[in-house]
């Protein structure tokens, strides 16, 4: 309080920040500009880590993967009306992907927007991210700054976690008022995420259908990855003995090596299970809706989830068991007691002979050594290093890219694979491998398909400002699939995709001072990605694939539609 009789105020910036501050937020990912260029310098000054991107689909991605592996929301900051849209596809997908973040977006007065006249990036950007979100507010005055902030930490964290949208027009930054009822004001949340323990009828009655089961499987997913009960997980598995399938974000809950994964055998588990216990996973298109010739044979299911609503979302679900996944497993484990029967050893067995099927015909296919590479020789060599270093975190977006990593790399630690998720999106990569990098400190591996890595490529440049310790890997061959398509037309245009032949992604991180690696060999990636983890420094290496290697789409090709169409 200064000596004389006027009052000290503080104005909505300032409330902005504290009740951040107030609530363990420690890291904004943003692009700065109008109106809140002033409110990432204030930030930076009153000490939260400003992170500052070329794009805002690329922040908010950021402030996903943040989500994920922090559960503490992300926070997203961008301009109105073109910046908030950029952001709006990073929502979209952190709330499908149930990914704590908040996009927080400076925008233009309510007077001048519910009239329609035409301001300076004019957009009701409330009613645009609604749909598009878990939970949407506004906040107009600067006493209620604190409980806006304070309802967008608990709708991000509370419940399914998934993105909320928290608007604030540019008048409410210069607000004041009395400091002290101002920081009176703020919020610190208590309980964000409160744990839903599962009614103990629920857990007796999927104890009974799984202790009947012949050919009992675990499916495990994001969720239970995001939920962080780790132990009680593998506890979970190795109990009761019951063989599990995980998700690809799911990967490295139980080492990828564990005896009891059937990661190796997954179409053969699928069609012969006869009660499939789903924790934190749903049965949208990733596992063919819980229905048709994947499924084989009829199944019961036990479903794990927070959410009520996604039960019998696609099939029946005999068991549903409502709660967090801790509690929910805890609970388990507490019915389970101490001598719970492990499943018979013919379906143990059974699932035992097809991985080694699979794992045998991988190791064939891992010991070529074709030139050029093809993914199979260029990810044994990423096999090798993330199995020698399992604290590395692995980035992988792309088509055949994602596909052939998830089934070839093995995870040997929980959350440390990051990748295009529920919706199968591309240009998550530089995002979530600055997350990875700023939230973690931990060196960071991103394995890109050349196309994948065009959609945020230009985020390089921000890891080479920051110094972070990822190592890019773009797997290059020459286009979207393959660089094999001609135009039909016979003009002169390439085929749409197809991409400049031989390109050196390798060349766009020198730009910035990073180190850029052209490898033409499994022994030239081997070092230079080996060099990149030792040395630390911003690292992109461009992968010469075979541009004949992959398929179209990779593995789900029969999602994209082809012509039957007879040539007349
Ligand atoms: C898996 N497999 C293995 C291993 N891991 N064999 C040997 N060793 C290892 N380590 C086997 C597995 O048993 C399967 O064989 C096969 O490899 C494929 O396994 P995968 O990849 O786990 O399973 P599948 O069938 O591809 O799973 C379907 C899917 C997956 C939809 C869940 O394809 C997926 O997550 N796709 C994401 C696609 C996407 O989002 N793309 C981005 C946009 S694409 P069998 O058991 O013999 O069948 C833009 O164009
Ligand atoms: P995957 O793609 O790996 O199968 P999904 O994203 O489809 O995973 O499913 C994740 C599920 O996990 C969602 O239905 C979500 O409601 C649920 N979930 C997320 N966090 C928790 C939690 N802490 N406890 C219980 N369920 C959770």
Request: net charge neutral.
């Amino acid at each position: 309080m200064t000596n004389d009789t006027t009052v000290e105020t503080i104005d909505g910036f300032h409330l902005v920040i504290n009740a951040l501050k107030l609530n363990d937020i420690d890291t904004i990912f943003a692009l700065p500009g109008i109106p809140i260029t002033d409110l990432t310098r204030m930030a930076q000054a009153e000490g939260l880590r400003v992170i500052s991107f070329r794009h805002e689909q690329h922040a908010g991605n950021a402030a996903a993967a943040a989500g994920f592996l922090t559960q503490k929301p992300g926070i997203c900051l961008t301009v109105s009306a073109p910046g908030f849209l950029n952001g709006l596809t990073a929502l979209s997908n952190a709330t499908v992907n149930c990914f704590p973040m908040i996009l927080i977006s400076g925008s233009s007065e309510r007077e001048i927007v519910d009239l329609q006249q035409g301001d300076y990036e004019e957009m009701d950007q409330l009613a645009i991210a609604k749909p598009l979100c878990k939970a949407a507010f506004r906040v107009l005055h600067a006493e209620d700054i604190g409980v806006g902030i304070a309802r967008s930490i608990r709708a991000a964290l509370s419940g399914r976690p998934g993105g909320v949208y928290l608007d604030l027009p540019a008048k409410l930054f210069s607000q004041t008022m009395d400091r002290l009822k101002g920081l009176s004001s703020l919020i610190k949340v208590v309980d964000p995420a409160p744990r839903q323990i599962p009614a103990l009828d629920s857990v007796a009655r999927a104890l009974d259908l799984l202790k009947s089961a012949k050919r009992p499987l675990i499916i495990l997913g994001k969720g239970a990855a995001y939920a962080q009960a780790d132990a009680a997980i593998r506890d979970l598995v190795e109990k009761s003995g019951v063989p599990y399938l995980p998700m690809s974000m799911a990967k490295g809950l139980l080492p990828d090596t564990h005896a009891l994964s059937a990661a190796a055998a997954r179409s053969y588990v699928l069609a012969e299970a006869d009660v499939v216990m789903l924790v934190g996973a749903r049965l949208n298109w990733l596992l063919s809706h819980g229905k048709g010739k994947t499924w084989g044979t009829p199944k019961q299911f036990i479903q794990i989830d927070i959410e009520p609503k996604e039960i019998d979302s696609n099939v029946a679900i005999a068991a549903p068991l409502i709660g967090d996944i801790g509690s929910c497993v805890d609970a388990l484990l507490a019915g389970m007691g101490s001598n719970w029967a492990h499943p018979p050893a013919d379906w143990t067995k059974a699932i035992f002979e097809r991985k080694e099927k699979n794992l045998a015909k991988m190791s064939a296919t891992l010991a070529l050594n074709p030139i050029p590479m093809n993914f199979h020789s260029a990810l044994a060599v990423v096999r090798t290093i993330v199995t020698d270093r399992p604290d590395i975190i692995l980035v992988n977006e792309g088509a055949n890219t994602l596909d052939f990593t998830r089934s070839i790399v093995d995870m040997h630690q929980p959350r440390k694979r990051l990748d295009v998720g529920t919706w199968g999106i591309m240009g998550i990569g530089m995002g979530f491998a600055i997350a990875a990098a700023v939230t973690t400190n931990k060196p960071v591996l991103a394995i890109e398909g050349d196309s994948a890595f065009g959609f945020s490529g230009m985020e390089v440049e921000t890891i080479c400002r920051y110094n972070l310790p990822i190592c890019v890997v773009v797997f290059n061959n020459n286009g979207v699939y393959g660089g094999m398509d001609v135009n039909k037309s016979g003009g002169a245009d390439v085929a749409p995709t197809v991409f400049v032949k031989g390109a050196r992604y390798d060349k766009i991180i020198e730009a910035f001072g990073g180190v850029g690696v052209n490898a033409t060999t499994p022994q030239e990636l081997s070092k230079a990605i080996l060099e990149a983890l030792h040395s630390g420094r911003p690292t992109l290496i461009n992968a010469v694939i075979d541009e004949s290697a992959g398929t179209e789409s990779g593995r789900i090709t029969q999602l994209n539609p082809q012509t039957t169409a007879k040539k007349t």
